[in-house]
């Protein structure tokens, strides 16, 4: 059972405090034989879930760990997988009649139970480069699992300045609250973004790119050296965590707003 279905159990009648209590006594640190400890009441304590990071991660590791946490969790995100390991980890998801959420060019996986609902939170998400959508994917797929409604255009960089107004005319119309841009070469898409906007902006600068600046670094300098203020950085490829910051801020503002 979920956490809410726990509480609601109680409040109706259906179990007493002491089966409540055992089974919430569940919802701490799940131990997966000798290779990992899962942190299940994540999502619940922060707002921000636990991700299965794949990378050099056996196989059946993974299938392990999918197992456990969707006994007591309706999704669950692994990203990082190779795309031979995806290709299983795919076949595995529909033996367990999941279903799946993979995104364009991204390395990450999506699977659930039940539909996610959406809390009402918002969050615009941008790529400078088609060569950029496997990390703003990335980043979607995160702020899905978190909840959030995602607002997408992808290729819109600065190359071609003008592709960029009609998106942000969506964005501050659909009002979300928080916008994702993802940038490889100079990285100077999310400077333009947080310079005409009163929104929150998160930039993730790419390893897209080549020479001096090759590998993201460029693109990461270029950020983190923005004049224009409310724009806050990420690692370099990490649209894992520029979704949870984003969707933090969306889910909150929602809150807020239901208040």
Wanted: charged residues 25%.
């Amino acid at each position: 059972m979920e956490l809410d279905e726990i509480l609601d159990s109680v409040k109706a009648g259906k179990i007493s405090s002491a089966k409540a209590r055992k089974l919430l006594s569940l919802y701490s640190i799940q131990k997966i034989e000798d290779f990992a400890q899962i942190d299940i009441d994540r999502k619940k304590r922060r707002g921000i879930p636990e991700v299965v990071f794949a990378q050099d991660k056996q196989l059946s590791e993974i299938k392990k760990i999918i197992q456990a946490v969707l006994k007591k969790s309706n999704s669950i995100l692994v990203s990082r997988l190779n795309k031979k390991d995806g290709v299983k980890i795919k076949l595995y998801a529909k033996k367990l009649n999941l279903k799946i959420d993979t995104g364009k060019k991204s390395s990450s996986i999506l699977l659930y139970k039940k539909p996610i609902k959406n809390s009402g939170g918002k969050v615009g998400i941008l790529s400078a480069g088609s060569s950029d959508i496997g990390v703003a994917e990335e980043a979607r797929l995160m702020c899905s699992t978190m909840n959030c409604e995602c607002v997408c255009s992808y290729d819109v960089g600065v190359a071609g300045m003008h592709r960029l107004f009609p998106v942000l005319k969506k964005f501050i119309s659909n009002d979300v609250d928080a916008i994702i841009v993802v940038a490889g070469m100079e990285g100077a898409l999310p400077t333009l973004v947080s310079s005409l906007v009163d929104i929150p902006v998160i930039g993730v600068p790419t390893s897209i790119g080549y020479g001096y600046g090759e590998k993201g670094i460029g693109a990461l300098a270029a950020m983190l050296q923005s004049c224009s203020l409310g724009l806050s950085v990420v690692n370099i490829d990490n649209g894992i965590g520029a979704g949870a910051v984003a969707a933090n801020i969306a889910n909150r503002a929602n809150r807020k707003r239901i208040k």
